[in-house]
């Protein structure tokens, strides 16, 4: 399935709205010129901008390409599809129970043995290392708290 390009930049340009209202919403830091509105108000603005040239390229190109094409739409891509969707409802359902490293490892070796069409081997080591290393930057260089959950031994950062 193919979508017309001003379809794709009519979503990305509402999402950089979305992203810009709910960035203003960050109280402010005293004593600053910026604060936490800053950098999700320039991503907001970048998708914006984006989403208007898509919208352009799109339109001036509905006559010759159409607004959808479902040539080439199988059963396993929307599956594929529904998994990554289904997955990121139960990461946000899941991740204050459970906590980020067993969520986040779990589910993105699942969808690894999926996508790689059932090595789970390589899945595993893979999932397990950058969850590992994602939960360590976000706890040790961005000060981010994750949700800790069943693990019960701290992890070392």
């Given amino acids: 399935m ?4 001003a379809v794709l930049g009519l979503v990305v340009l509402l999402g950089g709205l979305a992203i810009i209202l709910q ?4 109280p402010p ?4 010129a910026y604060g936490p509105d800053l950098f999700p108000t320039i991503i907001g603005l970048g998708f914006v901008l ?8 799109g339109w001036r190109e509905r006559q010759v390409v159409g607004w959808v ?4 739409v199988s059963f396993g891509r929307l599956l594929d599809a529904g998994l990554v969707l289904l997955y990121i409802a139960a990461f946000i359902v899941l991740v204050p129970r459970l906590g980020f ?7 993105a070796w699942g969808l690894m043995v999926r996508f790689q069409g059932g090595k ?3 899945a595993l080591v893979i999932a397990t290392v950058v969850t590992l290393v994602t939960d360590w930057a976000f706890r040790s260089l961005l000060l981010v708290p994750l949700p800790q959950g069943l693990i019960l031994p701290r992890l070392p950062w």
């Fill in 69 to 72: 094409d479902f040539a080439g």
């Fill in 29 to 32: 830091t005293h004593g600053q």
């Fill in 23 to 26: 960035a203003r919403t960050f």
């Fill in 101 to 107: 490293v067993l969520t986040a490892g779990i589910g």
């Fill in 120 to 122: 789970w081997p390589s």
């Fill in 2 to 5: 193919k979508l017309n390009d």
């Fill in 50 to 57: 984006s989403g208007i040239v898509l919208v352009i390229g």
